[in-house]
C-alpha cells in the first residue's frame, strides 16, 4: 500500500496500516414504538480492540464500541436511556456533555452509578436545542481514564427543519487520541500526563487512523468535528478544499463564515460544510498550535493527516448552495450580575515529590462545598481569568453561554461570530468573558475539559436555585 506511514509507532508499536475506508460511527437503535420517545440501553463494559497487528487492546466501550453508538434525535423528543456500568470495580456516570438537562439527570460526580448497577437518565430535549452534544462518564477521579480507555460518545440533536442542503450529508468526525504501550495496552497515565493532560501519539478519527473518503468533484460535505480527546488541542486545515463554518457546540451559527484553519480545543465542536472542487486528494491536518507545555517530552501537534478525502474527476451533481442566514440567535440579555473565576497551576517540591495544583480562585474541587450560587433564568457575566501557563477550556454543565470578548495584554477583541457554546478556550494569559443563563435548578459543575485537570481539582460547584 503506497502512502502508508510505517514509521508510525506508538512507543515502538506500528498501528494497523491507515487507508482504510471512513467508518460511519453505528446508530443506538430506538427501541420505542411511539414517535417523540427515544428510548435505548447503554453498557458501559471493557472490550478488546486491535489498533496493532497481532495485538489486543483492552479498552472499554459503550455497546462494544468506541467511540460509543451515535445517538440521534429530535428537538421535543423524549430520552429514556438506561445506563448499565458493567464496566469493572469502578462507579461511573453517563454526562450529556453540552445538553440542557435537569441536574439529578446530568451524571455529574455527586449522582454516581455503583459498580454493577443500572440507572434511567430521562430528559426533554428543547425545541432550538439543535446540536452536536456528547456523552461521556464523570465518576468522582475517574473520569479521565475512563475517558481515555473508550468511553465517549456523539449524541446528535437535529431539527425538523434544517436549512444545510441535504445533498451536503451529515457527518460526524469524533477525534480521539491513542497512546499504546509496546505490548498493546494503553499505559496509565504519567506525572506528565497529570501536568499537561494525556496527549497520545495518534490522533484517531471515528476511531480509525487517517480513514478515505471518497467524494465526486464539486461535493460539498457537511462534516461535525469533536474533539473527544483528553487534552489535545487541534488547530485544523483542509488541505485542498474550503472550510466554511456553520456551528458550533449548540448547534447552527447565525451565517457562514469562511475559515483558513480551525482550532477545537478538548471538548469543543465544530460543524462544517467543506468545498471538494478540485479532484484528487485533500487531506485533514493538524497545524502548529503552542498550548503551553510543562517540561520535556512535548508531543507533535503539527503534520498529523487525521483524515484523507480523494476527490474523483467525475463531477458532482449540481448541488443547493449553502443559504446565506442559518439561524437567528438571539443574543442574552444585559447581565444582573458578574463574576470573576481565576484559573491558576501551582508547583511545588515538597519531601513527598512534586505537588500540584491546578485551581480556580485559589481552590481545589471539594463535592462537597457550593462554590458559586447562582438564580435560575438571570444573564450573568462570567469572566474567565487564565493565569496560568497552558490553556484551560472552560467548560459549563447545564445551559450554553455566549462568548462576547476575549482581552490579552489589555487587547479585547470579539468572536467572529455568534455561537452558543458550552465549552471555550481560554489561552494562557488571556481573560474569556461570555454570557451565561442558567435555566433549571440544581447542583452544577463548571471545569477544565483537560479532563486531568478536571481530576487535579480544576472545577467548581455551582448550585441554581
Ligand atoms: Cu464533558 Cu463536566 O464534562
Ligand atoms: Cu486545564
Redesign the pocket.
Known amino acids: 500500500h503506497a502512502g502508508h506511514d510505517m514509521g508510525a509507532t506508538s512507543q515502538g508499536t506500528t498501528l494497523l496500516p491507515e487507508g482504510a475506508a471512513l467508518r460511519e460511527l453505528p446508530l443506538l437503535a430506538n427501541e420505542a414504538r411511539r414517535p417523540g420517545l427515544f428510548k435505548a440501553r447503554l453498557t458501559a463494559e471493557p472490550a478488546v480492540a486491535r489498533f496493532a497487528e497481532g495485538q489486543d487492546t483492552p479498552i472499554l466501550a459503550y455497546n462494544g464500541q468506541s467511540p460509543g453508538p451515535l445517538i440521534e434525535a429530535f428537538e421535543g423528543d423524549r430520552v429514556e436511556i438506561t445506563f448499565a456500568n458493567r464496566i469493572g470495580e469502578e462507579a461511573s456516570t453517563i ?1 450529556w ?1 453540552g445538553m440542557p438537562v435537569p441536574a439529578d439527570q446530568d451524571g455529574n460526580p455527586m449522582d454516581p452509578v455503583a459498580a454493577g448497577t443500572d440507572r434511567i437518565y430521562a430528559f426533554v430535549l428543547p425545541e432550538g436545542s439543535a446540536g452536536s452534544y456528547w456523552y ?1 462518564p ?1 465518576p468522582h477521579g475517574k473520569t479521565a481514564e475512563q475517558v481515555y480507555r473508550g468511553l465517549a460518545g456523539a449524541f446528535v440533536v437535529k431539527s425538523k427543519v434544517d436549512p444545510v442542503p441535504a445533498e451536503y450529508g451529515d457527518t460526524v468526525l469524533v477525534l480521539t487520541d491513542l497512546r499504546l504501550a509496546a505490548d498493546g495496552s494503553m499505559p496509565g497515565n504519567t506525572m506528565s500526563d497529570l501536568m499537561n493532560g494525556r496527549v497520545g501519539d495518534h490522533v484517531l478519527v471515528n476511531g480509525q487512523k487517517n480513514p478515505q473518503l471518497s467524494v465526486a468533484e464539486g461535493a460539498r460535505r457537511r462534516l461535525r468535528l469533536y474533539n473527544a480527546t483528553n487534552a489535545r488541542f487541534l488547530k485544523l486545515a483542509f488541505d485542498g478544499a474550503p472550510m466554511t463554518i456553520i456551528g458550533a457546540d449548540g448547534g447552527l451559527i447565525e451565517a457562514p463564515v469562511a475559515a483558513e484553519d480551525i482550532l477545537i480545543g478538548p ?1 469543543e465542536r465544530i460543524e462544517l460544510v467543506v468545498a471538494f472542487d478540485r479532484p484528487g486528494p485533500a487531506t485533514l491536518k493538524t497545524l502548529p498550535y503552542d498550548r503551553g507545555w510543562m517540561g520535556p517530552g512535548r508531543p507533535a501537534d503539527a503534520g498529523l493527516t487525521l483524515l484523507t478525502v480523494n476527490v474523483s474527476q467525475t463531477p458532482a451533481e449540481v448541488l443547493p448552495p449553502l443559504p446565506e442566514r442559518l439561524r437567528p440567535i438571539a443574543p442574552l440579555p444585559a447581565p444582573a450580575r458578574s463574576r470573576r473565576l481565576v484559573f491558576t497551576e501551582t508547583m511545588a517540591m515538597n519531601a513527598s515529590g512534586m505537588e500540584m495544583g491546578f485551581l480556580i480562585n485559589g481552590r481545589a474541587f471539594d463535592m462537597a462545598r457550593v462554590d458559586i450560587v447562582t438564580k435560575a433564568g438571570e444573564t450573568e457575566l462570567w469572566e474567565i481569568v487564565n493565569q496560568a501557563d497552558m490553556d484551560h477550556p472552560f ?1 459549563v ?1 447545564g445551559t450554553q453561554f455566549q462568548v462576547i470578548a476575549h482581552e490579552r495584554d489589555g487587547t479585547v477583541s470579539k468572536p467572529r461570530y455568534l455561537a452558543w457554546k458550552d465549552t471555550v478556550n481560554v489561552a494562557r494569559g488571556e481573560t474569556v468573558r461570555l454570557l451565561l443563563r442558567q435555566e433549571r435548578p440544581g447542583p452544577r ?1 463548571y ?1 477544565c ?1 483537560i479532563l486531568e485537570h478536571e481530576q487535579l481539582g480544576m472545577m467548581g460547584v455551582l448550585d441554581v436555585q
Do not use: A, I, L, R
Open positions: 454526562h456533555h461521556h464523570h471538548g467548560h454543565h459543575m471545569h475539559h
